[in-house]
């Protein structure tokens, strides 16, 4: 099975810009979860899709958000840009299905690389 | 909140000798503890997990234990070698949900 791909894999942005991030899921896989993931800060949470719904979302500001689609590919959008959010993004798919252990494992895309200047 | 604290941020051993790194979980309803193995510029790998209903999980070389009393769990890599220099993260689910929270990472040095 293809992994987990996400696009772009670099993307250069001025401050006050927006931005939008791709994740195509591994095949069957229907949950997408997404994370920041900086120097300082480790991977930080910021939401996760099964079924085209948010069921987790995790302590980030509004201007991050995101959506899934009936072929689970996801998108992450930030608006309105700040340097801080210059970090490397990275998706997982998992099975996603309710109940059972097997459905959490988690298996990350290579990330897209954000930097906010 | 959920938190997941992992120790040491930085360990360094010989080449053949083992590694050992632990984290400890708040939230008691956390029932699945993966790991993950980061090398330089390439995205985490999940190399062994452990569920809330197991002590202890081995494949080969690493293993992993969980004590849901103390509510901590550890990764033992034995027999170490140069490919296993890397960042290690530990997470744990929150809630029982998909959500994963991770430690801070611990960058592992093999040395020759």
């Known amino acids: 099975k293809a992994g987990v791909t996400q696009t772009p894999r670099y993307l250069i942005k001025t401050r006050g810009q927006q931005v939008t991030l791709s994740c195509s899921p591994i095949s069957g896989h229907r949950s997408v979860s997404w994370y920041q993931q900086t120097p300082g800060q480790g991977l930080q949470f910021l939401f996760e899709?099964?079924?085209?719904?948010?069921?987790n979302k995790g302590n980030f500001p509004g201007r991050f958000s995101g959506r899934q689609f009936s072929n689970s590919r996801s998108e992450m959008n930030v608006s309105t840009l700040e340097l801080g959010d210059s970090a490397l993004y990275l998706c997982?798919?998992?099975?996603?299905?309710?109940?059972?252990?097997?459905?959490?494992?988690?298996?990350f895309g290579p990330g897209t690389r954000l930097t906010v200047t | 909140g959920e938190n997941v604290e992992q120790h040491p941020s930085t360990l360094s051993v010989q080449e053949g000798d083992s590694a050992v790194i632990k984290c400890t979980y708040s939230?008691?309803?956390?029932?699945?503890f993966p790991w993950y193995k980061q090398e330089l510029g390439k995205r985490p790998q999940l190399i062994i997990d452990?569920?809330?209903?197991?002590g202890e999980k081995k494949d080969q070389r690493i293993a992993v234990t969980l004590n849901k009393t103390a509510k901590h769990f550890s990764l033992h890599i034995t027999e170490t070698q140069p490919e296993d220099s890397a960042v290690y993260f530990c997470a744990a689910t929150a809630q029982g949900a998909q959500k994963l929270v991770f430690g801070q990472g611990t960058r592992l040095t093999i040395n020759p």
């Open positions: 939230d008691s309803a956390s029932n699945y």
């Open positions: 899709y099964f079924s085209e719904t948010q069921r």
């Open positions: 997982a798919s998992s099975l996603g299905r309710r109940g059972g252990f097997s459905s959490y494992e988690q298996y």
């Open positions: 452990i569920r809330s209903n197991v």
